[in-house]
């Protein structure tokens, strides 16, 4: 079976429509199932979603009754509905849910390292917009408590393509795509500044400042504060001239380094920045674009950016790596969850699995350093290049060991916003960086916590 929910709800078996749900409430129940198709939703929830927290006394009966009734008509088409404890789930049998397939197209845009491979996954997973989530079965009311992941991710799948055409060049396209889209969301910074962008290479250096200026008068008038980081710098950008904005494929806030697209280490310590190679640390699964480290190419490029490897041993590593692709996959997802337990010991102080994890690692880096001295007379224990492909996974155990011994880690704060989660060894480090790539919004917004 094949279910659209964004836009009128659709159901369809082998490419013909069916008709489902007589009622527009049960095509709304079914469409809230199939939103959290293979987990449970309560029917306390479905109760308060329906009835838009005002159920009559009957509701719970009604519930029951329109299960009954979509069981009916589903199961003819192998699409199950099962009762779990004090709610119900559709079970993921691999029937295609527009929401899903949208999420998963955005996803490997996201990752695509090629332009026009992230534009053409783009149009595709856009195109399934056909409207509003549900919208001939669910209220404004119950869409907008609905659909605020949907929206999310709308926006954000606009804005990854609305960047790589700015990469191939199509700054009137991107334009044309934004300017409606920045007068719905006049304080998404990053939408904004990718406006701003486009603008100024389209030659309306006018029209991006004017923008600037109403966005920030917004920002200060409605929420207090200044913008962030990114939008400012694409402002001085502007005002200078600089050539660096008109020249494609390059979001300024990037660090490039041998073609490689690195985050700025702004954690202060690099096993932090190890952390904060991930956004999105607070939700599930990883949202689009959260990963950096998207190869094996790139962590031992980072690893030698932030001075946990040498120069020669990058070189070894990217000849090694492309002698054997597969070993240096496993190698990457070893050190991936390597961060996981890092970011636990972090943030969670009473995680003991996590920190035996990291203790393991350090023990095996242990094992494979060596000592050597600088020309001023210091030294410093660096890994061995016998490592081989595990260097950079060695080098970030030992740097997460020596931060957990020092007494600063009691000092980290991270972003709350599940967008986010970076970390920084203080407070100020969150305020000055946590909006830049990460969650998007004023840091200053934010509260933060100790880890």
Known sequence: ???????????????????????????????????DAGRVVTTDRLIDLLWNGSPPASARGAVQTYIGRLRGSLTPYEVRISTR?????????????DVEEFGDLVRRASAAADPAERVRLLDRGLALCRGPLLADAADDELRDRLQGTVEELRLVAVELRAEAQLALGQHARAIAELVPLAARHPTR????????????????????????????????????????????E???????GDDRLDRPGRPVYE???????????????????????????????????????RGYRTLAVWAGHVGLIDDVSVNRLLHLGRRDPDQADAVLTETRRLRTALYACLTDPDDRPAFDTVAR????????????????????????LAGGLRLPLHASAWSAAELLA???????????????????????????????????????????HSA
């Not at 709800?9 to 049960?26: L, T």
């Not at 504060?225 to 990114?230: A, D, K, N």
């Not at 694409?234 to 200078?240: A, T």
């Open 1 to 35: 079976m094949e279910f659209r929910l964004l836009g009128p709800f659709e159901a369809r078996h082998e490419g013909h429509p069916v008709e489902i749900g007589s009622r527009r409430q049960e095509r709304c129940l079914l469409g809230v199932l199939l939103l």
């Open 85 to 97: 404890g004090h709610g119900y789930l559709v079970e993921a049998d691999g029937h295609r849910i």
């Open 255 to 293: 660090v490039r380094v041998r073609d490689e697209s690195l985050p700025w280490s702004v954690g202060g310590h690099p096993a932090l920045d190890f952390c904060n190679t991930f956004a999105g640390w607070g939700h599930e699964p990883p949202l689009p674009g959260a990963e950096w480290l």
């Open 189 to 232: 910074e990053q939408l904004v500044a990718t406006l701003m962008t486009a603008l100024y290479r389209g030659a309306r250096q006018a029209d991006a400042l004017r923008l600037y200026r109403t966005t920030r008068e917004l920002l200060v008038a409605e929420l207090g504060v200044e913008p962030g980081p990114r939008l400012r």
């Open 406 to 448: 020092d007494p600063r880690r009691f000092t980290v704060r991270s972003c709350p916003d599940e967008r986010c989660g970076w970390l920084f060894l203080d407070e100020s480090g969150l305020r000055r960086w946590c909006s830049l790539g990460t969650c998007g919004r004023p840091a200053a917004r934010s509260a933060c």
């Open 361 to 384: 690692h350090a023990e095996a880096a242990a094992k494979l350093l060596v000592f050597r001295r600088d020309a001023d007379g210091r030294g410093r224990w660096w890994p061995d």
């Open 234 to 240: 694409v402002h001085r950008r502007i005002l200078r």
